[in-house]
C-alpha cells in the first residue's frame, strides 16, 4: 500500500521561499518516477517537477531556476525547495509517483498512481 503525505505549505510574500515535503512509504518498485504537481482554481493539474529513480529531473519552464526537486532515498522523502516565489505559484501541491516502465517521467497527471492529499501554497 502505497501512502504519500505532503507537508510544508504555507503563507509566503512574494520573492519568498517555502520547502515541501513529501513522505513516501509502500512505493518498492526499482524503476519510478516522483513528481510535483499543483492546481489552482479552476485550473487544469498541471506537472512543477519530477524526478525518476535514475536521478533524472525535468521542471515546467515556469520554474526552472527557481525550484529544486530532490530525492532523499534515506528517509524516503521527496522535496521541493521553492524560491523567489510569484503570486502564479498559488495552489494546491500534489506529490505523486508511479512505476517507470520505459523513458522518462510524464509529464501527464494521469499516468501516476499514487497520489498525496496535496498541501497548499499561497503567494500574498
Known sequence: HVQLVESGGGVV??????????????LTYSSYCMGWFR????????AVAAVDSLGRIR?????????????DNAKNTLYLQMNSLKSEDT??????????????????????DFWGRGTQVTVS
Do not use: N
Request: glycine share 12%.
Open 91 to 112: 495552489a494546491m501541491y500534489y506529490c505523486a509517483a508511479t512505476r517507470l516502465y520505459f523513458g522518462t517521467c510524464s509529464w501527464f497527471h494521469g499516468e501516476y
Open 13 to 26: 510574500q512574494p520573492g519568498g521561499s517555502l520547502r515541501l515535503s513529501c513522505a513516501a512509504s509502500g
Open 39 to 46: 492546481q489552482a482554481p479552476g485550473k487544469e493539474r498541471e
Open 59 to 71: 521542471y515546467v519552464d515556469s520554474v526552472k531556476g527557481r525550484f529544486t526537486i530532490s530525492l
